[in-house]
């Protein structure tokens, strides 16, 4: 046998468990009837083939059947086995920490991640596409695992590519790069083409849950059982015994009881009518506790609310915890109280005293007979226990019938006593081993306890003092408090100001202690604040008008110094002191300065070596230690901080070991992150601010690009804005009032600037300063007459004033054309009419059609094309011969230029209209 080969067997089985969270144990008992401990070699392989899906080779076989066939005799020790793979650590392997052997399951279902890691970048932007999806999904309840597992049809958390895109739901903002990018990142590293939408859906749910972590960061209070109790002010003792009997009902039974009241609920206030509560009560538990009209009414007068309402919630918690501490987990040293042994039981009903004692005198016949006859009666009521299960009870008729056949004679009367008497609460029938145990004193059914008053422990008298008083340093409480607040970048009013709602700065102790506990300052945050230090602090800030409050207000001020000095603006000569000098270090930590001349000299030999060592190997130091910081504090403890330089073979002697801790250790341990500050140090990132500034300056300074044609008229500048806005509909004066608050008709140059910018009249900065010097205000040469700029725009519209002239003939704003527009020297005017003749004659014998071909290169339909593009047409319509020379084809362009998006392009429109006209076409129907 193979040592080697049945041990990676047993590391395969070992895995499949971890993996699918197998009990091994289980699988094999239903083979061994007899708990012998063995099962047949073949019954040993089928459990592992049908529950691990293993399926193994003959030599695979031979070699385990070796290990654990121990008697040869064909049967395998299957609990051997079993302890061989549940091991949580090799016992064997003593020069490793049991801790370090921790086996950890692989991926869901046996999956691996991908082994193709992304760039940083790509890291950071695939969280926050993750974060992306997360929200989407949580918002509209959407479970990815869910839609891809109807193409998994063997449940192996693997889809194929195109599987993956038909089941993801997309939401709008995520493009298709990312999605491709989601399934590069979660690609299955084995199998090319397909998605492990399993880890992606891990990853969706633990992302979830951080950022419930990050949206709710404040611990939750801390409550004690008597916040679950009922007020310690209670009617009577007779409502005590209704709630005790209805808490034993729902531990009994296991009834979830909110679940029957947050029906009426929709908006969660804790509180429902008193009719929805009586009725969520009898339906939750009525029958069980036996609840009565008149019991119902006890409770609902004593959880109701002023305003005629009851608070089912604190019902419901009193309810639900009633043998149980809430957050038990957090309070390691509170006393649980075990209920006594029968108490949760079905107690006997409690009858009249005549009856109980005739019930008395019935027991004692009945029990003299037994003890006579020696009656086994357990059996014979058993038998009638079979109809669903084992309910221990039994109807009256066969109770009687029972009694009748066991020759145990009891008169009518006296029948109905016992049934009464040992009646079970909730259905009605016969209790019979509690009969039977009655009456029967060799038989127990079960056993009660004496249900006793659970008292205090007696406390010492006040003069008794069992500990001394601790004394408290306030300068050294203040600095601690300023670094947590510092380092942690906490604002104290935040926590402060909702205890006090006039804003009064005071409030009441326990309100500043539970605020204190809020901030961090307890035994669950960064700094535990002791009974004297709070006494402290509260007599300190005590309110002098009363003593039973706090002036949190100025405890804010004195601890928020650490930002700033307030009403700093008021004191501009002020010297804001630098906030490193309110960072502590952690208590315990030694003061290096005090430290002797020898301890110098060897911790600064010793990180010389260590430092050399870690730069010439190129050591990664960070991962041996923070395996040990399970808490993620930054410290660990001496023993973890030796074992872990020795794994990363930083040997040192016992001398430069205590040198090391002295210098790092603190309460929490060992800072290693500082350890490695001194044995990595890392350069400080530049300040980069002023080589910022400097290239922002650089670039802000460069000249701007020259003007290309600029028209230099104030006439032609007119009547380029008036076709603008004629032709687009813009209204310049919407976007020039809203720089005239006082409505006084004028606006500064920078203004009017701008709103000729947001006009989008595509003007250039010669042609602004012409219409600025046009329209200056007379007097005030900052400022631009707006409206009669307005007006002489709107020209192209109405005539102003119109309705007092009517006499006035209007006129319509005709576009200029561009002919009239592009004017040529007459020389290439007499040379452009006569090529465009040349081409008109041709087109008037063909019937040529010249749009067609124009508008296969117009795609946006502008009525414009490219130089290049207008000679090509040209050619395929066998017209660019008639153009012999370049001087002739540089007037066409001329001609028919017009600008398009800061480009000059080629007016096909307006060249096809003339050919046309010189041809003797009727207009656009040639």
């Not at 008729?397 to 008169?411: A, D, H, K, P, Y």
Request: glycine share 4%; with cysteine; hydrophobic share 35%.
């Amino acid at each position: 046998m193979v040592v080697g080969d049945v041990a990676k067997v047993e590391e395969l089985i070992r895995n499949t468990a971890l993996t699918k969270g197998i009990r091994t144990t289980e699988f094999f008992l239903d083979y061994d009837k007899m708990r012998t401990g063995n099962v047949t070699t073949s019954q040993f392989f089928r459990v592992i083939w049908e529950n691990f899906g293993l399926k193994f080779n003959c030599e695979e076989e031979r070699s385990l059947s070796d290990k654990y066939d121990l008697e040869n005799n064909g049967k395998m020790n299957y609990r051997r086995f079993c302890d061989v793979i549940n091991l949580p650590f090799d016992a064997k392997q003593m020069h490793i920490d049991p801790r370090c052997q921790k086996l950890e399951p692989r991926e869901l279902l046996g999956s691996s991640r991908s082994l193709r890691p992304l760039s940083p970048d790509s890291e950071k932007y695939m969280e926050q596409l993750l974060r992306r999806l997360q929200t989407f999904y949580q918002r509209r309840g959407i479970f990815l695992r869910v839609l891809c597992r109807d193409f998994d049809a063997h449940k192996t958390g693997i889809i194929t590519e195109s599987q993956f895109y038909r089941s993801f739901v997309q939401p709008s903002g995520i493009s298709e790069e990312d999605v491709a990018k989601l399934v590069q990142k979660y690609g299955d590293p084995d199998r090319p083409g397909f998605v492990n939408y399993l880890n992606i859906s891990n990853d969706l749910e633990a992302l979830g849950e951080v950022m419930e972590e990050e949206r709710a960061p404040y611990l939750p209070r801390i409550r004690d059982m008597g916040d679950y109790l009922p007020p310690k002010i209670r009617p009577d003792r007779e409502l005590q015994q209704l709630l005790d009997r209805i808490r034993i009902a729902i531990f009994k039974h296991r009834v979830r009881s909110i679940e029957f009241f947050r029906d009426y609920d929709k908006l969660r206030s804790g509180v429902i009518t008193v009719n929805q509560f009586m009725a969520a009560l009898v339906l939750a538990i009525g029958k069980e506790a036996q609840l009565t009209e008149t019991d119902l009414v006890k409770i609902v007068a004593f959880y109701k609310t002023p305003d005629g309402r009851v608070e089912y919630r604190e019902f419901c918690d009193m309810l639900e915890n009633a043998f149980n501490v809430p957050d038990l987990e957090k309070k390691p040293t509170q006393d649980v109280v075990r209920p006594p042994e029968g108490y949760l039981g079905r107690n006997l009903p409690v009858l009249m005293d005549c009856e109980e004692a005739r019930i008395r005198e019935v027991i004692d016949i009945i029990t003299d007979e037994v003890q006579k006859r020696r009656l086994m009666l357990y059996q014979y009521f058993k038998d009638y226990d079979r109809s669903m299960a084992y309910s221990r009870v039994i109807t009256p008729s066969q109770f009687g019938r029972i009694l009748t056949f066991l020759s145990i004679n009891v008169n009518q009367e006296d029948f109905r006593l016992l049934c009464r008497k040992f009646a079970d609460p909730t259905t009605g029938d016969v209790n019979y081993p509690a009969f039977v145990q009655t009456v029967d004193k060799d038989f127990v059914n079960y056993t009660q306890d004496t249900v006793k008053d659970y008292q205090k422990e007696p406390t010492p008298p006040e003069d008794c003092e069992l500990n001394p008083p601790e004394t408290v340093d306030f300068d050294s409480l203040i600095q601690r408090i300023r670094h947590h607040i510092l380092v942690n970048r906490l604002r104290v009013v935040e926590y402060f100001k909702d205890f006090d709602h006039l804003r009064t700065g005071t409030m009441t102790k326990e309100r500043f202690l539970r605020c204190l506990s809020s901030l961090g300052l307890s035994s669950l945050g960064h700094h535990n604040l002791t009974k004297a230090q709070f006494e402290a602090l509260a007599e300190y800030y005590r309110d002098p008008k009363d003593s039973s409050k706090v002036l949190w207000g100025r405890f804010e001020n004195d601890i928020e110094s650490v930002f700033t000095i307030p009403y700093l603006e008021k004191m501009p000569t002020v010297q804001v002191p630098p906030s490193e000098i309110f960072v502590i270090p952690k208590p315990g930590t030694m003061d290096w300065r005090f430290a002797s001349d020898e301890q110098r000299e060897r911790y600064d030999k010793l990180m010389s070596r260590l430092s050399a060592y870690v730069a010439e190997r190129r050591a990664h130091l960070y991962p041996y230690f923070k395996s040990f910081d399970k808490h993620n504090n930054g410290h660990i403890t001496r023993m973890q901080f030796r074992q872990a330089l020795a794994m990363a073979l930083l040997h040192c002697s016992e001398e430069e070991m205590q040198t090391l801790e002295s210098k790092f250790a603190n309460d929490d341990g060992i800072d290693y992150v500082a350890f490695f500050g001194e044995v990595e140090p890392q350069e400080p990132l530049p300040f980069l601010y002023v080589e910022r500034m400097k290239e922002m300056r650089l670039i802000n300074s460069k000249r701007r690009l020259p003007e290309i044609k600029p028209l230099r008229d104030l006439e032609t500048i007119m009547l380029k804005i008036r076709s603008k806005v004629f032709k687009e509909r813009i209204r310049v004066h919407d976007w020039m009032a809203d720089f005239d608050k006082l409505n006084c008709g004028r606006i500064l140059k920078v203004n009017f600037r701008r709103a000729i910018a947001l006009c989008r009249l595509a003007l250039q900065e010669s042609e602004i300063a012409i219409l600025e010097d046009h329209y200056e205000t007379v007097g005030d040469p900052e400022y631009v007459d707006y409206l009669r700029f307005d007006d002489d725009v709107e020209k192209v519209f109405a005539t102003k004033h119109m309705d007092k002239m009517p006499t006035l003939e209007p006129h319509l704003f005709q576009m200029p054309e561009q002919l009239r527009v592009n004017e040529l020297l007459p020389e290439h005017e007499t040379l452009l009419k006569k090529c465009l003749q040349r081409i008109a004659d041709k087109v008037k014998v063909t019937r040529m059609q010249l749009f067609p071909l124009f508008e296969d290169y117009d795609k946006v339909n502008t009525g414009c094309v490219s130089r290049s593009q207008f000679r090509r047409v040209l050619n395929e319509l066998e017209l660019a011969g008639l153009a012999p020379t370049e001087t002739e084809w540089i007037c066409l362009w001329e001609k028919f230029s017009t600008q398009v998006g800061g480009r000059e392009d080629v007016n096909y429109l307006t060249f096809c209209d003339v050919v046309y006209g010189m041809a003797g076409f009727e207009w656009r129907h040639p």
